[in-house]
């Protein structure tokens, strides 16, 4: 049965919040009564997604911060605790990517990615975790399915998407003691991302497609149903998981024998 307002009194922080998959998540977490600050690299970038929140009736908050910077990250953590009061969710969403061949990858082009995604994960949440402690909370890392296989020209990510799956497990076991899920979810393709638009062509997607168990590419209202799902009561028993969220793709990847 559907439940409304799952996040009620709650505040969640997004970095990445602004766009694509985290705007989706931003808008559902709002749907469902909870505050919401977002953080990226750009104001521009998330004044709009800022706007739309409001428009539905809760408080919301946009800061620019480089995740890759532990003191504009500190000042963004505690900017969002002066304007919304608590911090009960984060989403670690920020990312960057591009498609390389290891062979013609900078050593600051892969450090660059790391930085960003793992790094930037480990930041934010050192920065949230004494706001999280106070009464307790869910931390989402967002990753991907990239580390399952070998996939060509995503060294960078797929190293860094790995690194953080493995800290989520790692502080699922030291925050679950502090009253803290901490859990990811590892999104497919989903349509209309700039993820999407920058990395693939229509052949990949038409592949992925063809390839995807449930026939299709996701959509940014999946990742953002699972988002929900891990940050609510819903799922209290729940810590230290990656959920996948393809429709099996990955899974597929392999060639069936013969075929
Ligand atoms: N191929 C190979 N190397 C690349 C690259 C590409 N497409 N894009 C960036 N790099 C390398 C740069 O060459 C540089 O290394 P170098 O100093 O050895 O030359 C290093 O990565 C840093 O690049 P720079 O552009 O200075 O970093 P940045 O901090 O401004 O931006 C990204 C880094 C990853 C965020 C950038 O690619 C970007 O802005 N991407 C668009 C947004 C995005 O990634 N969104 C996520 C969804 S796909």
Redesign the pocket.
């Known amino acids: 049965m559907f439940q409304p307002d799952l996040l009620k009194n709650t505040v969640a922080l997004i970095t990445g919040g602004g766009t694509?998959i985290c705007r989706g998540i931003a808008l559902a977490f709002a749907a469902h009564g909870c505050d919401v600050a977002i953080t990226s690299r750009k104001i521009e970038h998330l004044e709009p997604t800022r706007d739309e929140l409001r428009a539905r009736g809760v408080r919301a908050f946009a800061k620019a911060a480089d995740v890759?910077d532990p003191a504009a990250v500190n000042d963004a953590v505690a900017a969002v605790v002066t304007e919304l009061g608590r911090i009960d969710i984060l989403v670690n969403g920020a990312?960057?990517?591009?498609?390389?061949l290891a062979e013609?990858?900078?050593?600051?082009?892969?450090?660059?990615?790391v930085d960003?995604d793992l790094k930037g994960t480990f930041n934010v949440s050192k920065a949230a975790l004494p706001h999280l402690k106070a009464r307790g909370g869910s931390v989402i890392n967002i990753s991907a399915t990239l580390p399952y296989l070998g996939t060509m020209g995503q060294s960078h990510a797929a190293a860094a998407k790995a690194g953080i799956d493995s800290l989520t497990r790692t502080l699922a076991c030291e925050w679950g003691p502090l009253g803290i899920r901490v859990n990811g979810i590892a999104p497919g393709p989903i349509e209309g991302?700039?993820?999407v638009?920058?990395?693939t062509n229509e052949k990949s997607r038409a592949g992925a497609i063809a390839q995807c168990p449930l026939g299709r590419l996701g959509t940014v209202d999946d990742i953002a149903n699972a988002s929900l799902y891990l940050a609510s009561g819903a799922a209290s028993y729940v810590n230290g998981v990656t959920l996948v969220v393809d429709g099996g793709l990955w899974l597929r990847s392999a060639r069936i024998l013969g075929e």
């Open positions: 694509g890759r990312a960057g990517n591009f498609i390389c013609h990858l900078s050593p600051n082009g892969f450090g660059t990615v960003i991302t700039e993820g638009t920058r990395l």
